[in-house]
């Protein structure tokens, strides 16, 4: 599966992306918030998602501007009952720190808003995402499983997943011991999470 492509913003629309590199043209769906990040650029990275189309079996490729707003498309898409064009469009409407502040506060009124997300959509992501997503020290919320200045945490999470840990367990353990040390590697955060699980 790709990750990222760099390359020509060859088409842009406000839901579609053509990126070329080394005379391949990929195209992706995008939200609102990718368009205008990659508006005026002519030289740009996408970010690749791709998800199944649940009517016709068929994949369909997301592209996002930043790591962040993929993250954030990921974890919404988790939620039971949301699929990836209610994701896009909450990813539209709203910044994905945004969307993460709405989440942390518990903010129904703001995340219903949102065309085609009704109250009992907004409640469960609410209810599905806040244990997901960890408060950063800035103003703006961080998702912890995938910060960029610690890959550690990504990996060492993925090994207590598979010792049968729960997510929210992991976030829990993992935010205490990244505050404490944040430079920290994979084998001492695995060990002293397993101190604390």
């Known amino acids: ?8 913003v060859k088409e ?6 053509v990126i070329e590199n ?5 195209s992706a769906e995008i939200s609102l918030q990718t368009y205008s990040l990659l508006e005026g650029k002519g030289q740009a990275t996408v970010y690749f998602q791709r998800q199944i189309n649940q009517r016709d079996g068929t994949f369909v490729d997301y592209g996002f ?7 954030i498309f990921q974890l ?19 910044s994905a720190s945004e969307i993460q502040e709405c989440i942390l506060s518990e903010d129904t009124n703001k995340l219903k808003s949102i065309k085609g997300i ?10 599905e995402l806040k244990d997901k997503i960890v408060k950063g020290s800035s103003s703006s919320a961080e998702v912890l ?7 550690a945490a990504e990996e060492a999470t993925s090994a207590l997943l598979m010792l049968g840990f729960s997510k929210p367990n992991i976030s829990k353990a993992l935010q205490r011991i ?14 002293n999470a397993l101190k604390i699980l």
């Open 1 to 8: 599966m790709i990750d990222y492509i760099t390359g020509q």
């Open 12 to 17: 842009l629309s406000p839901t579609m992306v």
């Open 22 to 26: 080394q005379g391949i043209g990929y």
């Open 65 to 71: 501007g930043s790591k962040e707003e993929r993250q």
């Open 76 to 94: 919404i898409t988790g939620v039971s009952g949301i699929g990836a064009s209610s994701a896009r469009m909450i990813l539209s409407s709203l």
């Open 118 to 127: 009704g109250l009992k959509s907004a409640q469960r992501m609410i209810l």
């Open 145 to 151: 499983f995938h910060n960029d200045s610690n890959a």
């Open 178 to 191: 990244l505050k404490e040390s944040p430079n920290i590697k994979v084998e001492e955060i695995i060990k």
